[in-house]
């Protein structure tokens, strides 16, 4: 056995008796892990679940299912979770699931507990971390596998890309199908009139027109272009703008690190991703499916870091730590691109980014950004301004609509 802690599951989180993450204490129900030395602990168990991908499957009188998975969490895909949940689901009780140590063991089944005791994810997460197993790639990976598995299929995703040609910049609408509640990512004031169409017109599988929009996430305070929030709340009753505490910007809400961001039974998380900016922020989707990541992280690129408080050592450690520990399949959608390309993925930016990818140091990345030598941006001077007042004119206009409002 190895010698980890004597540490009880988080109460909250109930694993099923008859499923045993190795090793099993009978004499005080404690979860433990051996790995892949099971055999001492099979007995007539009726089936094993062998996670590693050289494990040993012998158990003669057990039913095997062999589904490899990495131990960096990471690297997994969130789909995978899909097969290990039928797996558990389908397996003879009782029984085994096996690894090399049994951390990816414990931390599949906590996933598949939460998922089928209705969805709580935080409380897998609380019971991995209570017993060391935890970390951000942990944390996202089991958020992705529960909602990814509960409220994704309940409540499908409307999603729509949208461009700005003027600053190149991206839009993104998401919804709720279902409960038909809307947010918007990264407004432009230019294309306010498009959006409140776009909003109108989306037609979701069960035949009915129309979104009701409510939320406008800025990822920081842009400086090349104007965000749109402010035409948005003339035009949309209730609609409020969002931006982080830390940009120093006006607006409805301001958001916090880990904040949700809900639309019906969806939501968005806020991830900390300073650098470009000392406000920035990435919004990842709560299967982790996707994540909108604004000027922190550019497909095969990144923002540039020398105005507006900018610092590359912080843009290398937001990237990093903060989004490069997202699923591997996780799809990257930027703020901005100018190449034609719409996303790229978690994995290809691991491998494919010129500035951040192939394990560059941190030493590399601060030659590359400091050499770059790029332009003054040509809407700065107008951009933000505004943008410090939610995209009003002028923070006594910001503040007479503010007072309206209320």
Not at 131 to 147: D, L, P, R, Y
Not at 246 to 271: E, L, T
């Amino acid at each position: 056995l190895s010698r980890l802690p004597s540490t009880r599951p988080h109460p909250a989180l109930r694993i099923p008796a008859a499923i045993m993450v190795i090793s099993y204490k009978p004499e005080d129900h404690q979860l433990l892990c051996v790995g892949k030395d099971y055999s001492s602990v099979m007995g007539d168990r009726k089936s094993l679940l062998q996670l590693a991908a050289d494990g040993a499957t012998t158990a003669p009188s057990a039913t095997v299912t062999k589904i490899p998975i990495e131990s960096n969490f990471s690297a997994n895909t969130v789909a995978i979770a899909a097969d290990l949940f039928k797996a558990l689901d389908e397996m003879p009780l009782p029984g085994v699931v096996a690894c090399a140590s049994g951390r990816r063991a414990r931390i599949v089944v906590a996933a598949w507990v939460a998922a089928r005791k209705g969805g709580n994810a935080d409380e897998a997460v609380a019971h991995l971390e209570s017993i060391g197993n935890g970390g951000s790639e942990v944390a996202h990976w089991v958020h992705g596998a529960v909602a990814a598995n509960t409220v994704a299929k309940t409540n499908p995703l409307v999603f729509r890309q949208l461009f700005e040609k003027e600053s190149s910049t991206y839009s993104y609408l998401l919804a709720d199908s279902v409960e038909r509640e809307a947010i918007i990512i990264d407004p432009v004031d230019l294309t306010v009139d498009r959006d409140v169409a776009v909003v109108a017109n989306v037609v979701t599988n069960d035949g009915k027109a129309g979104l009701k929009l409510t939320k406008g996430l800025n990822t920081h305070c842009h400086a090349d272009h104007i965000t749109g929030t402010a035409g948005l709340k003339d035009k949309v009753p209730g609609f409020k703008s969002h931006i982080a505490a830390a940009s120093g910007a006006k607006a409805d809400v301001h958001m916090q690190p880990g904040d949700r961001i809900s639309f019906g039974k969806r939501f968005v998380q806020v991830i900390p991703t300073p650098g470009h900016t000392d406000g920035c922020v990435s919004f990842v989707l709560d299967d982790r499916s996707v994540v909108f990541t604004g000027d922190a992280l550019l497909i095969k690129g990144c923002g540039r870091t020398d105005f507006q408080q900018g610092s590359a050592t912080t843009l290398y450690n937001s990237v990093k730590e903060r989004i490069f520990t997202l699923p591997a399949s996780t799809i990257v959608y930027p703020g901005h691109d100018y190449h034609g390309r719409t996303s790229s993925s978690i994995v290809e930016e691991r491998v494919n980014n010129a500035r951040l990818g192939q394990d560059k140091t941190e030493e590399q990345f601060l030659g590359i950004m400091a050499t770059l030598n790029l332009p003054y941006p040509k809407k700065i001077d107008a951009s933000l301004p505004a943008n410090l007042v939610d995209g009003y004119p002028s923070e006594a206009e910001w503040s007479l609509a503010a007072a309206k409002a209320a």
